[in-house]
């Protein structure tokens, strides 16, 4: 196959998409410490909320695994997204942003898989290629995109990891059933903890 991804700087990767779909960008806690400190000496309004966490009922912390970029400023985007030069963060951009339209698909809690982002145009505009295509083509197409998706893949592995490994060490605790309710109650209640790796 000789088709090779090509971005069409079309900025779609960056806005917020109408309808029921929920644009992820995600951050991990370094990412956002970085962007956090370019949006203030910007004088940019950039605004995290918390992507997955984990309730450590042990120690009443929330730990978190991932921030995600809110997309509700006036154009809907990635603050750092402009409309003619596109991404101004370039050098900085988070794993998932290197990544796309090579995205982390989560599966549970605890699993991730490798997927690609059908609202990307170059996506929409092969999808039947794509559609059919098996790892080594994916490799091949996605030839910049794909190792930067397996180190995003790797880290969220590595974090998961070193999750289990607290609670094997009894270190946390991480109830594996739990209401609605009592997470609430926890996230409104409990200090967070940022959870990183190299």
Not at 172 to 187: A, D, G, H, T, V
Request: aromatic content about 12%; charged content about 30%; glycine content about 2%.
């Amino acid at each position: 196959m000789s088709l090779k991804y090509k971005c069409r700087m079309c900025g779609t990767c960056c806005h917020e998409v109408p309808g029921d779909y929920v644009k992820r960008i995600p951050l991990y806690p370094d990412e956002a410490n970085t962007l956090i400190e370019i949006a203030k000496e910007r004088d940019i309004e950039f605004k995290i909320i918390e992507d997955l966490v984990f309730p450590d009922i042990q120690n009443e912390n929330i730990l978190i695994i991932t921030y995600r970029i809110r997309l509700d400023n006036e154009n809907q985007s990635c603050p750092f997204y402009d409309d003619c030069y596109g991404c101004t963060v370039h050098d900085n951009k988070p794993l998932a942003c290197q990544a796309y339209p090579l995205a982390l698909k989560r599966v549970d809690a605890f699993n991730f898989e490798i997927t690609i982002d059908p609202l990307c145009n170059f996506v929409t505009e092969y999808y039947n290629e794509l559609e059919s295509i098996d790892l080594e083509q994916l490799k091949e197409i996605f030839k910049e995109e794909y190792p930067k998706a397996e180190n995003f893949y790797r880290k969220n592995k590595k974090l998961i990891f070193k999750i289990r490994k607290l609670e094997a060490l009894k270190k946390i605790i991480i109830p594996r059933q739990i209401s609605l309710e009592e997470f609430n109650k926890y996230l409104q209640n409990w200090n967070r903890e940022n959870i990183s790796v190299k």
